[in-house]
């Protein structure tokens, strides 16, 4: 026990500004971490998944239709130019004839099957379409959804940039009224006691242990001016004033 070389709400304060420090850096990591985040993420990964298993399908059967519709546009012109040939009068062998015929048959046949296979596939891309279409709105729901969220969270974490930035400058500030002595004595309990150097005796009990102190030890705990140490959890202490709940509330 001992009078303070300064401000014993210097010190009060330092220790709010630096509770209130760890608190928002805590709140900084849990936006990383952000469950309707995570969770809408996944949410994604799994639709973009079937969408791109549907896409995939509807594709295929795409694929497949454009080159039967681009084999069948062949044929017609091959059909065309044979039957050109056939009605011009320049063909008089009829072995040749015949095999124009046949050609023109066969091609006709072979025609008539791809349309068939295209309509066909035509009909499994209209069953798969809405399917499609459904998937498709989702995954655009959910990136809308996500987009929205991770514009929340820069928001959130915007401001606790700026209000950690302010929390450090104003301990700096704090900083400088602080003697050396007293600051090494501030930090070295810091150290030894978990992170929390200092506590506010109110009703003879310690803010941060929660013990009661002792009535031998609590007559000696007289001036508010002055920096004690817990007799309990051996932390630098001072005794409870209204200004230490305004400077409390202001960095909560």
């Known amino acids: 026990m001992g009078d303070s070389k300064t401000d014993v709400m210097d010190l009060v304060e330092l220790q709010f500004l630096e509770n ?4 928002r850096i805590s709140e900084m990591d849990k936006l990383e971490g952000h469950a309707g ?12 998944g ?3 298993e549907k896409e995939g399908s509807y594709h295929q059967l795409e694929t497949k239709r454009k ?9 017609e012109e091959k059909i065309k130019s044979n039957e050109h040939k056939l009605f011009s ?6 072995k040749e004839l015949y ?19 295209i309509l066909e596939l035509m009909e499994e891309q209209e069953v798969l379409e809405p399917a499609r279409e459904n998937l498709k709105k989702e995954l655009n729901e959910l990136e809308a959804r996500l987009k929205r969220i991770e514009a929340e969270i820069e928001e959130k974490r915007e401001v606790l940039r700026h209000n950690i930035e302010g929390l450090k400058k104003r ?12 600051l090494k004595r501030f930090n070295e309990t ?25 009535a031998i030890e609590a007559e000696k705990f007289v001036d508010c001016d002055t920096l004690y140490n817990c007799p309990v959890c051996g932390r630098l202490c001072v005794l409870y004033r209204p200004q230490i709940d305004e400077i409390k509330r202001e960095l909560e």
């Open 50 to 52: 079937r969408y791109d």
């Open 99 to 117: 095999n124009y015929q046949n050609e023109i048959e066969m091609l006709k046949k072979g025609n008539s099957r791809m349309e068939d296979e």
């Open 190 to 214: 810091k150290m030894r006691k978990g992170g929390i150097a200092l506590s506010v005796i109110k009703d003879n009990f310690c803010g941060v242990c929660n013990m009661e102190i002792p």
């Open 20 to 23: 209130a420090l760890s608190a």
């Open 37 to 48: 985040l995570q969770g809408v993420r996944k949410e994604l990964e799994e639709s973009k």
């Open 171 to 182: 301990k700096e500030d704090v900083l400088a009224r602080i003697p050396g002595d007293d």
């Open 89 to 94: 009068g320049t063909i008089t062998d009829s």
């Open 67 to 75: 080159k039967l519709e681009d084999v069948l546009e062949i044929n």
